[in-house]
């Protein structure tokens, strides 16, 4: 936890931009996994861990803005619960460690709730994201979980607050990404034919668990890299392969980091893979180069979209003007993601609060096949922290699809990509600071170029 000092000062500026009603913050509870006392990893939600700091199950809070009052709603634990799980500080504890001074039963909450609506006074909730959210948002405030979109001044004053890191919260996040590229590192060394692709899922989730933290995702190692979220660890590993891996660290605090890397699963690349791979590295280099306060993200993810098509055109895949091939979308075929996204106390910082307000300030999205996976395109401001994740992929389900319907004929060698159909995919990817002047990585260094990747094998 942070010095309480920095909670008491979060919730200051937050009061201050929402300017009046009350503002209702919803503590995770424990999730069961097949029975309830078997439980999922615990994790608290990450804006109660942002302004209240405190990671235990039970707990709600809200900060009455009107009357200038916060409260934190829990229960002590019962004999039971000591005995079986271990003890706690009082709720009186907890709250003093983050400066909250009044503390209530939960079972208070419903009735406060009540009366601050009685008294006319807006209650601003958060778009929920666990069903037992849903049915507390609507015993105790009466909105249908359909409708439960949450209050855009909240989300938005969250979103504007969280978005710019502070100088304690980039060494948490560094030590984060110092975590993440250890994984990497265990993992790109590791893999060889003849292995399961869950040796290396265990391995990346080891070296994570060993630094006191744990994944802040769904670890992603398989050698079809061209399936974008592939959480399958059942196969086995052959000679020719591109393995790729995509994981991260959680920090006990709750901050995250996100890497990717490919390796073959030889010792070295083949010519094909050599010069696929190359590109992806030009995508990504062009990308690093560009990024600096004022800039549109979505002007940095055309520009590693022109540079595939070119590296394409060379190797006879694509064809025709690269800026008109990206405008309409053929490149989506190849890279059908966004360059990257926020990263902070979420993996996809605050993917809960939306994308319309977190990557895109309000203004609205394409629905483009591929530009609509963007999850950030806004102009880029110091501070915010973000992954560049450029990728090219060979899909043989999204290459049937769009040859069938001659998409892109003009842009597409579709007889030349049928030739690389079993190819699989490519994507590195590292997190980076937006500083005043341009950008930092953040995290140590994993190897990037083909000739580093080689070096540690
Ligand atoms: N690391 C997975 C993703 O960014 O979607
Ligand atoms: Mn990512």
């Given at each position: 936890m942070f010095d309480k000092d920095t909670y008491v000062q979060r919730r200051a500026l937050l009061k201050k931009r929402v300017g009046s009603g009350v503002l209702l913050f919803l503590g995770n509870d424990e999730c069961g996994l097949n029975y309830a006392d078997n439980t999922f990893r615990y994790r608290q939600d990450s804006s109660f861990l942002y302004y209240f700091g405190l990671s235990f199950a039970g707990l709600s809070a809200i900060i009455d803005i009107d009357e200038d009052k916060e409260i934190i709603f829990g229960d002590e634990l019962s004999i039971d619960h000591i005995v079986w799980m271990g003890t706690q500080p009082t709720l009186k504890e907890k709250s003093g460690q983050v400066g909250v001074a009044h503390t209530l039963p939960s079972t208070a909450l419903a009735s406060f709730l009540q009366k601050a609506a009685q008294k006319g006074q807006t209650v601003?909730?958060?778009?929920?994201?666990?069903?037992?959210?849903?049915?507390?948002?609507?015993?105790?405030?009466?909105?249908?979980?359909?409708?439960?979109?949450?209050?855009?001044?909240?989300?938005?004053?969250?979103?504007?607050?969280?978005?710019?890191?502070?100088?304690?919260?980039?060494?948490?996040?560094?030590?984060?990404?110092n975590i993440t590229a250890d994984m990497h590192l265990a993992a790109m060394k590791m893999v060889r034919p003849g292995m399961r692709e869950w040796e290396v899922a265990a391995a990346i989730q080891a070296v994570a668990l060993a630094a006191g933290g744990d994944l802040s995702f769904a670890t992603i190692a398989t050698v079809n890299g061209q399936t974008?979220?592939?959480?399958?660890?059942?196969?086995?590993?052959?000679?020719?392969?591109?393995?790729?891996?995509?994981?991260?660290?959680?920090?006990?605090?709750?901050?995250?980091?996100?890497?990717?890397?490919?390796?073959?699963?030889?010792?070295?690349?083949?010519?094909?893979?050599?010069?696929?791979y190359h590109l992806q590295n030009a995508m990504h280099l062009a990308s690093v180069d560009a990024l600096r306060p004022g800039v549109p993200f979505v002007d940095?993810?055309?520009?590693?979209?022109?540079?595939?098509?070119?590296?394409?055109?060379?190797?006879?895949?694509?064809?025709?003007?690269?800026?008109?091939?990206?405008?309409?979308?053929?490149?989506?075929?190849?890279?059908?993601?966004?360059?990257?996204?926020?990263?902070?106390?979420?993996?996809?910082?605050?993917?809960?609060?939306?994308?319309?307000?977190?990557?895109?300030?309000?203004?609205?999205?394409?629905?483009?096949?591929?530009?609509?996976?963007?999850?950030?395109?806004r102009p880029l401001e110091a501070g915010f922290v973000l992954t560049i994740e450029p990728g090219i992929y060979f899909i043989p389900e999204l290459i049937d699809l769009w040859k069938g319907q001659r998409k892109f004929a003009d842009f597409i060698n579709y007889d030349k990509v049928e030739s690389y159909r079993d190819f699989g995919g490519i994507r590195n990817e590292e997190d980076y600071l937006i500083t005043e002047t341009g950008a930092r990585r953040l995290g140590k260094k994993i190897p990037l170029t083909a000739d580093e990747v080689e070096a540690l094998r």
């Open positions: 601003h909730y958060l778009p929920p994201y666990r069903a037992e959210h849903q049915l507390k948002l609507m015993e105790w405030l009466g909105i249908a979980p359909a409708q439960q979109t949450g209050s855009v001044p909240f989300i938005r004053a969250i979103v504007d607050q969280r978005n710019h890191k502070s100088a304690e919260e980039i060494v948490e996040i560094e030590k984060a990404c974008l979220h592939n959480h399958y660890h059942g196969n086995l590993v052959k000679s020719g392969d591109l393995f790729l891996i995509d994981a991260g660290a959680e920090t006990a605090m709750g901050y995250a980091g996100d890497m990717s890397s490919t390796v073959p699963a030889d010792k070295t690349f083949t010519t094909r893979q050599r010069e696929i940095v993810y055309d520009l590693s979209a022109r540079v595939m098509v070119e590296g394409l055109k060379e190797l006879g895949l694509m064809k025709g003007n690269a800026a008109d091939a990206v405008r309409e979308g053929a490149h989506a075929l190849f890279y059908p993601h966004g360059l990257g996204h926020m990263m902070g106390l979420d993996v996809h910082d605050m993917e809960n609060l939306g994308e319309l307000w977190v990557g895109y300030n309000g203004e609205p999205k394409s629905t483009l096949f591929g530009r609509k996976s963007l999850r950030l395109a």
